[in-house]
């Protein structure tokens, strides 16, 4: 007698009859589980994305810098913007103790009314930074 080799299908763990190269009992099951394992590479994009507009903020921040003269109006003017001070890469901090908050080589120091711009390309010697601090 001729008998079908069953498989489990990666989805719903149930059995899968046909082919032996299938590996989902039907389109549901293989849909559901891309879904699934794709919801990392779409939470990974979103912040990538949130990032990169808080990057360009910044630039943007610093061209206008004699324009927006204290650092109160810089904070509003990012946050209005749709800056989101909850993401950054990484934090420096300086030799003074200050600490800089980056998004990629551009960043900004928390004053005590506001934002300071900062960016490593544009940064005077006096005050180089020092390395990451280590999370």
Request: hydrophobic content about 35%.
């Amino acid at each position: 007698m001729f008998k079908i080799k069953s498989f489990q299908c990666k989805h719903c763990r149930g059995q899968i009859q046909g082919r032996s190269d299938k590996l989902f009992c039907d389109d549901l099951c293989r849909v559901r589980y891309h879904r699934e394992n794709n919801q990392l590479i779409r939470v990974k994009s979103r912040v990538d994305k949130i990032l990169q507009k808080n990057r360009s903020l910044l630039i943007a921040v610093q061209r206008t810098n004699k324009a927006i003269s204290n650092a109160e109006d810089r904070a509003f003017w990012l946050r209005r913007n749709g800056f989101d001070f909850d993401f950054h890469t990484h934090v420096v901090t300086l030799s003074d103790g200050r600490m800089v908050i980056m998004c990629y080589e551009e960043g900004y120091i928390l004053d005590g009314n506001g934002v300071i711009p900062f960016s490593k390309k544009n940064t005077p010697t006096d005050s180089t930074p020092a390395l990451p601090a280590t999370f």
